[in-house]
């Protein structure tokens, strides 16, 4: 009876491992998952301040683009002065010419005080990329960690079932029902270890001659409280 026992627990260890199993095939997956969108959302965070940055040279090129449409309409209005026959079409173009260098020396202004921000960012930018290079390889590396657990599930599984199946062969057809309508009725666990008169699996104390037998007997005895299969364990051998 003691090697059927023995077989009991070899049996239930099977069974805990096939459920990790069976967890981990849905959580690792998810875990990914939850890594990609909040590595995702943390990029785009630090990528902030290259965002700035393109912001920051589109609008420099649309002030150098204003800028040379600014000159080339004073080169073409100069020219025009050459053409003028009275003095107020001539005043009147000159004026035009002092306003477009006006707006000119602005723009220019606000193109200097962008190249500085720029150059600030441009500094921040650098530091950001080398930091978001580190972390993406330690990203890289942790989420190949978890592919690799997940790839070795079912090899796993294949060899918790198949150690199971064996097992299986060389219980008693009554017992193995008993085991497995106990095991359905306590979340997997229909075998479980007994410690100090405490079952471990509902850990509600037994009756002290039912601990005692345990010890002593042979027999397979089972928790009065949730009719697991019990087995004594000297917890402090074991540790």
């Known amino acids: 009876m003691k090697e059927t026992l023995l077989m009991l627990i070899s049996l239930q260890e099977c069974d805990s491992q096939l459920v990790k199993l069976s967890a981990k095939k849905v959580k690792l997956p998810e875990k990914i998952r939850k890594m990609e969108e909040d590595f995702q959302l943390y990029k785009e965070n630090i990528e902030q301040n290259k965002r700035n940055l393109d912001e920051l040279k589109a609008q420099r090129a649309e002030c150098e683009s204003q800028v040379k449409k600014l000159n080339d309409g004073m080169i073409k209005t100069k020219e025009r002065l050459l053409e003028v026959k009275n003095n107020k079409e001539y005043q009147a173009m000159l004026k035009e010419i002092e306003k477009a260098e006006k707006t000119r020396g602005d723009i220019e202004t606000q193109i200097i005080a962008l190249m ?7 500094v921040l930018v650098k530091k950001d ?16 960690m978890i592919e690799d657990d997940l790839n070795a599930v079912d090899e796993d599984t294949v060899t918790w079932t198949e150690k199971r199946v064996e097992l299986q062969k060389n219980i008693p057809e009554a017992l193995l029902a008993q085991y497995e309508r106990v095991r359905k009725r306590n979340n997997g666990v229909g075998v479980i270890s007994v410690w100090k008169a405490v079952c471990s699996g509902c850990h509600m104390n037994i009756p002290p001659q039912l601990y005692n037998e345990l010890q002593r007997s042979n027999e397979l005895l089972s928790c009065p409280n949730c009719n697991r299969i019990m087995y004594f364990q000297n917890q402090e051998k074991s540790a």
Do not use: G
Not at 129 to 144: C, F, N, P, S, V
């Open 129 to 144: 990329d080398e930091t978001l290079k580190q972390d993406t390889i330690a990203h890289d590396a942790e989420k190949k």
């Open 116 to 122: 500085e921000k720029m150059d600030k960012l441009a």
